[in-house]
């Protein structure tokens, strides 16, 4: 069983930054595909980014390429989720989630586990 817990969510201005953190434990994170979905109110899960086990490869959701930036350190069981130049429409609840693959999907459907979630807040 695997056990994912966000952190660093809350309220930021248009332009801010925050950096989100998952920690993982239980299993071998190494070896899991880790990805970033957000929620926002009566919207579908979309994907944001995932990084593959080694953090060698990285994708990103169309809306927030260039602006976040994935990451991983194997050591620490953590993965990371730099969002810069943050815009009121970032604004959802945010989950980590990994899937016991290497390289893992852009797919929600495709991730067995799954954090409680972090709000993130932009203010125009």
């Known amino acids: 069983q695997v056990q994912l817990v966000e952190s660093g969510g809350g309220l930021v201005q248009a332009g801010g930054s925050l950096r989100l953190s998952c920690a993982a434990s239980?299993?071998?994170?190494?070896?899991?595909?880790m990805g970033w979905f957000r929620q926002a109110p009566g919207k579908e899960r979309e994907f944001v980014a995932r990084i593959i086990w080694s953090g060698g490869w990285t994708f990103y959701g169309d809306s927030v390429k260039g602006r976040f930036t994935i990451s991983r350190d194997n050591t620490k069981n953590t993965t990371y989720l730099q969002m810069n130049n943050l815009k009121p429409e970032d604004t959802a609840v945010y989950y980590c989630?990994?899937?016991?693959?290497?390289?893992?999907?852009?797919?929600?459907?495709?991730?067995?586990?799954w954090g409680q979630g972090t709000q993130v807040t932009v203010s125009s």
């Open positions: 239980g299993g071998t994170f190494s070896r899991y595909a």
């Open positions: 989630a990994a899937d016991l693959d290497l390289f893992g999907t852009n797919r929600s459907g495709s991730y067995e586990y």
